[in-house]
């Protein structure tokens, strides 16, 4: 059995289901479908998650609503009007999508919630109600119905393990096609709440766990996962196999074809993950697959660069004489709920490497002041425009001269590089940078292990 997950920019209109449909029918073991919501249909159309974004807030601001709430539902209706459904049957969808404002929320963030999942529960229920207009045995499933259980925030979910335990309990005929809408699950107190941005992804890859399927498809609208960010580099080569944690270490820095979260519960089903092209479903995509008896093809699998970091500077001589130092440091942060992603350090110096859209100016300047008194380095700086390059790739694990073959290239056109870190697993070395030297940094890596 296979699951198979649509992006919105798959299940954007008329003409976008039916080329979903046409994969879903093609292939007999392609059982579970999960659903986006509806997606841009050309440059300059809004998504439907963003018009819910506009209604919800219209509802908490006490503004109208008619015009957002229109413009939902003709999304809706249009697909609908491609197959000719009867209007009856689109009815529940569209009063649902309307008493939406009079539903029980524990707060504005419950509600703002609610309304973004309308996205993804509309479009799987009319998709099941498309698939049997067209003679399909279809059944609509909920995330109640599943017993899809989160924890969490109401805008960042987490899956719970009861949940695959209730997967485990369901049942369905072997003859019926089961649509799920993704994005969401559902508090243990009955809430909706969803997950990151993009949750789509984790809630196939929770299926597919739950439900013991033998892949998980993820259909988007690229050929495949590339070595390379095509904006960045020409035309790069294609992945065809790669590994769950190669995945990972790509997506932390900036793969986003595929949700990272989403990597999890398949690893922990040992479920193989398909990315593949709604538009060229006969291109063979990219598989994601456990390490175990993987063979690497390419030295280096993949490179990415994220510019999305910072780094504070510190300096202090003897500081590695100094007990308590580093922990003094981490606990200012965990007060102030801030992480830290990397902490690269010499004998006198340290560098904490963060996200910089998780801190403002003004809580920059707390942590750094508390630092100053709790420590009192003889030198500090907070370093804003930090990139991270990764370069991945299970073929570096026994390969001797690869930090030079990285390095090298970078030298030979004058980028500078601060830090240099090789993780444990040794299929990865990170790379930091100034940010402006990013994107040539990943074209000189990409031209030494590929264009040669």
Do not use: C
Not at 371 to 383: F, G, S, T, Y
Request: hydrophobic content about 40%.
């Amino acid at each position: 059995m296979k699951v198979v997950k649509f992006g919105g920019s798959s299940l954007a209109d008329g003409d976008s289901f039916v080329q979903a449909i046409k994969i879903i029918t093609a292939d007999p073991e392609r059982r579970v479908i999960v659903t986006s919501a509806p997606g841009k249909r050309h440059a300059g159309d809004a998504k439907v998650t963003d018009l819910l974004i506009k209604y919800a807030r219209s509802v908490i601001d006490g503004q109208a609503t008619d015009d957002v709430l229109q413009q939902i539902t003709d999304r809706y209706q249009a697909i609908a009007n491609h197959f000719h459904l009867p209007a009856s049957q689109l009815t529940p969808i569209i009063d649902r999508l309307r008493d939406l404002p009079n539903g029980d929320y524990p707060n504005s963030q419950y509600l703002l919630a609610a309304f973004k999942a309308h996205g993804e529960r509309s479009n799987a229920q009319l998709m099941a109600l498309i698939l049997n207009h067209l003679g399909y045995e279809a059944r609509f499933v909920t995330p109640t119905a599943a017993g899809i259980r989160v924890s969490g925030t109401p805008d960042n979910a987490s899956v719970i393990p009861e949940t695959y335990s209730l997967l485990d309990q369901f049942t369905a005929k072997q003859s019926e096609l089961l649509v799920f809408p993704g994005f969401y699950g559902i508090t243990l107190a009955g809430h909706i709440a969803t997950f990151s941005r993009g949750g789509s992804d984790i809630t196939g890859a929770i299926l597919a766990r739950g439900l013991h399927a033998d892949l998980y498809e993820n259909f988007t609208d690229v050929d495949a996962i590339y070595a390379a960010n095509p904006s960045v580099v020409d035309d790069p080569q294609p992945i065809r196999k790669m590994t769950y944690r190669e995945m990972r270490e790509l997506s932390y820095a900036g793969f986003s074809v595929f949700h990272d979260e989403a990597l999890i519960p398949a690893i922990e089903g040992n479920v193989p993950i398909n990315v593949k092209n709604t538009h060229h479903p006969e291109k063979p995509g990219t598989l994601i697959v456990p390490d175990k008896d993987f063979q690497p093809s390419d030295i280096v699998t993949g490179i990415v660069s994220g510019k999305h970091f910072a780094a504070l500077y510190l300096h202090k001589y003897l500081l590695n004489k100094q007990t308590g130092f580093t922990l003094r440091i981490l606990e200012i942060l965990a007060k102030h709920h801030v992480s830290y992603e990397h902490m690269p350090s010499g004998i006198d110096d340290i560098t904490i490497i963060m996200d910089r859209n998780l801190v403002d100016d003004q809580l920059i300047d707390t942590i750094s002041n508390e630092i100053q008194e709790a420590v009192n380095p003889d030198r500090l700086e907070w370093i804003n425009n930090y990139a991270i390059t990764m370069v991945v790739g299970e073929g570096m694990r026994n390969r001797i001269g690869v930090i030079n073959d990285i390095l090298a290239p970078l030298a030979h056109n004058h980028i500078a590089v601060p830090m240099i870190n090789q993780g444990a697993s040794r299929i990865s070395i990170m790379i930091g940078t100034d940010d402006q030297d990013a994107d040539n940094a990943v074209r000189a890596i990409y031209h030494r292990f590929f264009a040669n």
